[in-house]
């Protein structure tokens, strides 16, 4: 009875009454936490994880598919892309002079729909002052570059800092394309036509105006191009914004070359864009363009000119390969609203011929010229290489030997 007694005199304490309350209290917070696991309770915030806020720079001289893959990747290594573009002179002083001064290429970057924030004249290399303000003032969490060497003129590793910090990650280099191996092709067109007794005159006219040959009868015909690259139905998804145009958008339709895409291209796409709701852009086939621009274009081939465009934040979707003349059965097909293209442009004279391709949206009433941003066409491009073609052969000789080591040298490395 003693025992018994000591007993009741314990359970009916307030010490264990009290904890028999917390016991009960903390079984009921785990059940309440299990139970409202992923619901949210109106007024009652969660707290936001920081965001991942990664860096990668570049000189985006001559922008490529590339370039815009490398941007791609780097994206998907963290929630928010901060770009820095190295200045003029830090290229010129490093590599050699740019083909694209340093606000075209800033139109450039900005345009690629992977990008979130750009920084100009970023330095060449990653310095302990520039990367700590990466750190403080961007809150930049990694540094990206690709695999492939970046080395400086002392042959030093440009990222070594940001490596021995530990906030240095790597992405797999594009195979098949680099703004030396773009300015290549076009050298090799120079060297050919050198060696005929063509001048720099006569030169940058071969390459501004076709032959006049007519689209149906080109057939197979290809000019002086040498392209490393081979497409694959995956990149071209990696690229696609994968969304079709909801049931009453209005659909923007624009064609072109897209050759060489640079500033130009850029700023029409933006202004076409904002005229409706869904922007179409047709890219035509290589046969199409060496019929109306020459045999030695168009430099970069039809899946090429067709990622870059696709990689453009204003472009919805893209038609590889398409018609020269816009029908009416394409109109339908896609449902077209408005037909547009730029004031600016390689050749404006189907506008006087009998042949002209937008005979149809002109009668229906859609078509519209747009007042071009940019006075900047392909043979622009070209023609700051042709007219400068030794200080490019002397830069690219530089790159050439070792874009060679990498070809030799490289294994397989699984990555996009």
């Known amino acids: ?19 028999c309350l917390l016991v009960a209290l903390s079984l009921f917070s785990v059940g309440l936490k299990s139970l409202l696991s992923g619901v949210r309770i109106p007024g009652i915030r969660r707290r936001r994880k920081k965001p991942v ?33 190295v200045s003029d002179d830090e290229i ?23 990008v979130d924030e750009v920084i100009q004249d970023a330095p060449y290399a990653i310095t302990k002052e520039f990367m ?58 120079v060297r050919e036509r050198s060696l005929n007794g063509s001048n720099h005159s006569s030169l940058q006219r071969q390459f501004s105006h076709g032959h006049n040959l007519k689209v149906d009868n080109v057939g197979s015909a290809t000019g002086t191009r040498i392209s490393h690259f081979l497409p694959t139905s995956r990149r071209i998804v990696q690229f696609s914004n994968g969304k079709g145009p909801g049931p009453d958008a209005r659909i923007i339709y624009i064609d072109g070359a897209f050759d060489l895409f640079h500033a130009g291209h850029v700023e029409i796409l933006r202004l076409a864009r904002e005229l409706g709701d869904f922007l179409l852009v047709g890219i035509h086939t290589d046969q199409t363009i060496s019929a109306t621009r020459g045999l030695h274009r168009p430099i970069m081939n039809l899946h090429e000119r067709s990622l870059s465009v696709l990689a453009c934040r204003y472009v919805d979707e893209v038609i590889i390969g398409a018609p020269w003349e816009v029908s009416k059965d394409m109109i339908t097909t896609f449902d077209i609203s408005l037909v547009v293209h730029g004031t600016i442009a390689e050749n ?25 941003p940019l006075d900047i066409t392909t043979s622009t ?19 050439e ?6 070809y030799e040298n490289k294994s397989y490395v699984n990555g996009d």
Request: aromatic content about 8%.
């Open 53 to 85: 806020r990664v860096y990668m720079d570049g000189c985006f001289d001559m922008m490529h598919y590339g370039h815009c893959n490398a941007l791609r990747q780097a994206r998907a290594l963290g929630d928010q892309l901060v770009v820095g573009v």
């Open 92 to 114: 010129k002083a490093n590599k050699g002079p740019p083909v694209t001064p340093l606000h075209e290429r800033m139109t450039m970057v900005g345009a690629v729909k992977w």
């Open 401 to 406: 030997a070792s874009e060679r080591r990498y």
């Open 381 to 399: 491009i070209i023609k700051r290489i042709v007219s400068n073609h030794e200080a490019y052969q002397k830069r690219n000789e530089k790159k």
């Open 1 to 19: 009875m003693v025992t018994g007694a000591c007993a009741m005199e314990v359970l009916g304490s307030p010490s264990f009454t009290a904890a």
């Open 348 to 372: 404006m004279d189907f506008l006087k011929e009998d042949s002209n391709p937008y005979s149809v949206p002109m009668a229906m009433g859609i078509y519209k010229q747009l007042q071009s």
């Open 132 to 189: 700590n303000k990466l750190f403080t003032e961007y809150n930049i969490d990694y540094i990206i570059h690709g695999d492939d060497p970046c080395l400086l003129p002392d042959g030093t590793d440009a990222y070594a800092l940001a490596k021995k910090a530990g906030r240095y990650k790597q992405i797999k280099r594009t195979e098949g394309v680099s703004s030396t191996d773009i300015v290549g092709r076009m050298l090799l067109c």
